[in-house]
């Protein structure tokens, strides 16, 4: 996934951007919004989409009943304002919902959705690194894991 060489390179440092975790927790429809320059990726951002009352809801991959934070668009190193920005515009030329609860609170996109974004402060957790497959982390667990 986009994602994985982007995490693992550096910023932001959050076990919840890894390609595994996203595809055991994202719910409703997967949507990766992707940013390309002439050299090639440049970064994106993990959504999911889905509809409530007729109105399409984009939300942060994995969103829904864990509390997951740390969230923020992933992108080689320096380009996290160019990712975001790209990203916002996008964003901005739909009409649509978009819930970002979880996003980091340093991310560049709370600052570029603009007038219309609603901020709502939230608990942090406390940050642990994950290994970068979902093979290792349950090896990694107490007691008896198996892989679905």
Not at 25 to 47: F, H
Not at 55 to 72: I, N, Q, S
């Amino acid at each position: 996934m986009v994602s994985d060489p982007l995490v693992a390179g550096g910023g932001p440092p959050s076990p919840f951007l890894w390609s595994w975790w996203l595809t055991h927790t994202t719910v409703g429809e997967p949507l990766i919004v992707t940013v390309y320059d002439d050299e090639g990726l440049v970064g994106g951002v993990a959504l999911q989409r889905d509809r409530v009352a007729g109105v399409e809801r984009l939300r942060l991959a994995g969103a829904g009943v864990l509390e997951r934070d740390h969230l923020d668009v992933v992108a080689r190193t320096g380009r996290h304002a160019d990712v975001a920005a790209e990203v916002a515009r996008w964003l901005r030329a739909g009409d649509r919902v978009v819930d970002f609860d979880g996003v980091a609170e340093t991310s560049p996109l709370r600052r570029l959705l603009g007038r219309r974004a609603v901020v709502r402060p939230a608990a942090l957790a406390p940050y642990a690194t994950l290994p970068g497959s979902f093979e290792e982390y349950l090896a990694g667990r107490r007691g008896s894991t198996a892989a679905p």
